[in-house]
């Protein structure tokens, strides 16, 4: 994912393969907030923004672990959907049954994990947006808008996998932690409509 040139990896998910597919897509959304962020945290220095360094500083810090975390879990989305697909292929019985529902479990791990990256990303939004740079504000709501997109996309592609999940106690504790979802994507919303209230005034 990593090596991938951007047209390679949009022919490969607009080909006929099983991935990468929509899980892979919110993780890099949440890639690409990381990014901006982190690129208006470092238009954010210098003596101008001194009485916000720690914050700025931090910011950066983890932007980019945020950024390599959500590359990760791009790659492992991939590996994860490639493993329900094999194991639908199984011959029919007790153990495709059962391969089956830890494939799904595995294949929920990693948009579950990019919801809960998205929505940091949205409270560093909160965070730079009074702070950053003016020059690049409108790149704090794009941050904003990836993670939404992301939390939204990471949302439905959990809820697809936990639909075959039949133990309740996995699917139940799946489902707790979309539980931020919405709330998340309102506050990048707020963001959004910020930053244009900012821009057209």
């Not at 607009?14 to 945290?41: T, Y």
């Not at 690049?136 to 709501?141: E, G, L, R």
């Given at each position: ?40 945290a470092r238009y954010s220095t210098g003596e101008r923004y001194a009485a ?14 945020l950024r390599e975390r959500a590359l990760r879990l791009a790659e492992e ?98 489902r707790e932690r979309l539980a931020g979802v919405d709330a998340a994507v ?16």
């Amino acid at each position: 994912m990593r090596e991938t040139k951007i047209g390679d990896f949009l022919h490969r998910l607009a080909d006929r393969v099983p991935a990468p597919g929509g899980g892979a897509s919110a993780a890099l959304h949440a890639a690409q907030a990381a990014a901006l962020l982190g690129m208006v945290a470092r238009y954010s220095t210098g003596e101008r923004y001194a009485a916000h360094a720690e914050t700025i500083a931090a910011v950066t810090a983890e932007t980019d672990t945020l950024r390599e975390r959500a590359l990760r879990l791009a790659e492992e989305d991939s590996a994860a959907f490639t493993a329900v697909t094999d194991a639908y292929r199984l011959p029919k019985g007790e153990d495709r049954g059962a391969a089956i529902a830890a494939a799904l479990a595995g294949a929920a791990e990693p948009p579950a994990a990019v919801v809960e990256t998205a929505a940091r990303l949205v409270e560093l939004s909160e965070a730079l947006l009074p702070i950053g740079n003016r020059n690049v504000v409108t790149d704090v709501a794009a941050a904003a808008e990836a993670a939404r997109a992301a939390l939204t996309t990471g949302r439905v592609n959990v809820e697809v996998n936990v639909g075959g999940i039949k133990d309740e106690a996995v699917a139940g504790a799946l489902r707790e932690r979309l539980a931020g979802v919405d709330a998340a994507v309102a506050r990048a919303e707020r963001v959004t409509a910020a930053v244009r209230e900012e821009i057209t005034s």
